[in-house]
C-alpha cells in the first residue's frame, strides 16, 4: 500500500550545521509532497510542498526535491538554528486528494 | 483569518464516558479531516468529510467512533464508552477542495484527550 518513511530520530545538531532529512514514499500513482512542522503542544503547520515530479519546495530556508527516479523527498537547510528544534513530518497525499499519509516524524534538536 | 479552530484543547474523561471533540475548519473551507497522534508515533488518518458527506472512513475504528459535519456548524468527532487507549491527540484539518496538490490541508492545535 501506500506510504512514507522517514530516517528516525532524534537528531541533534549544533547551531548553524546543515541538515537531512531523508524521505522516501511508496504511491500508486503520482502523489504531491509535503512537509510539515510540528512544534511542542501545537498542531502541524505546512512547511513546503511538490506537487510534481522534479518540484522543489522550499519556504523559511527549507528545500526538497522531489525526485521521482528514487521516490525521494529529502528535506533540507544549510544553517538551522535552535528555533528549528521541532518535529518534521513527511506526509503524501494521492492525486484523488483525501487524506494525507504521514511518515514517523522526526525530532530534530539543535543545541546553541 | 481565524485557522482551524479545534475545542477542547485538552478534553479528561473516564472510562466509559463519552468524549466529544469539535472542529470549525478555515473560512471557505469545505473539506475537513481528523487524524489521531497516539504518543510517540506519526499522524494516522481516521475520516474525511465534506458537508454532510463522509466521503472516507477507512481510518476509523468500527465501533464506537462516529464523525459528522452538518450543514451548519462544526465538525464533530464523538468517541463513545471511552477506553484508556483512546487517550491520544486528536487533530482536525480543513483544505478547499480536496486537499491534493496546491488545496493543502491547514491543522488546528489539536484537542488532548485523557481518559482516566
Known amino acids: 500500500g501506500d506510504s512514507v518513511t522517514q530516517m528516525e530520530g532524534p537528531v541533534t545538531l549544533s547551531e548553524e550545521a546543515f541538515l537531512t532529512i531523508n524521505c522516501t514514499y511508496t504511491a500508486t500513482g503520482y502523489p504531491s509532497l509535503f512537509w510539515y512542522v510540528q512544534y511542542p503542544g501545537e498542531g502541524l503547520q505546512l512547511l513546503l510542498k511538490a506537487t510534481k515530479a522534479d518540484d522543489k519546495g522550499s519556504n523559511k530556508g527549507f528545500e526538497a526535491t522531489y525526485r521521482k527516479e528514487t521516490t525521494s523527498f529529502h528535506l533540507e537547510k544549510g544553517s538551522v538554528q535552535v528555533s528549528d528544534s521541532a518535529v518534521y513530518f513527511c506526509?503524501?497525499?494521492?492525486?484523488?486528494?483525501?487524506?494525507?499519509?504521514f511518515g514517523q516524524g522526526t525530532e530534530l534538536s539543535v543545541k546553541p | 483569518n481565524a485557522g482551524v479552530m479545534q475545542n477542547p484543547r485538552h478534553l479528561v474523561r473516564r472510562r466509559g464516558q463519552e468524549a466529544r471533540l469539535r472542529c470549525s475548519p478555515m473560512k471557505g473551507h469545505s473539506h475537513v479531516y481528523w487524524y489521531r497522534q497516539l504518543p510517540e508515533e506519526g499522524l494516522k488518518f481516521m475520516v474525511y468529510l465534506q458537508k454532510e458527506n463522509i466521503i472516507d472512513e477507512s481510518g476509523m475504528p468500527k465501533e464506537r467512533f462516529s464523525a459528522e459535519f452538518p450543514k451548519e456548524g462544526p465538525s464533530i468527532l464523538r468517541i463513545q464508552q471511552v477506553v484508556r487507549g483512546d487517550s491520544a491527540a486528536y487533530f482536525c484539518?480543513?483544505?478547499?477542495?480536496?486537499?491534493?496538490?496546491?488545496?493543502?490541508?491547514?491543522f488546528g492545535d489539536g484537542t488532548r484527550l485523557s481518559i482516566l
Open positions: 484539518a480543513s483544505s478547499q477542495q480536496g486537499g491534493f496538490g496546491n488545496q493543502p490541508q491547514h
Open positions: 506526509a503524501l497525499t494521492l492525486r484523488g486528494g483525501g487524506k494525507l499519509i
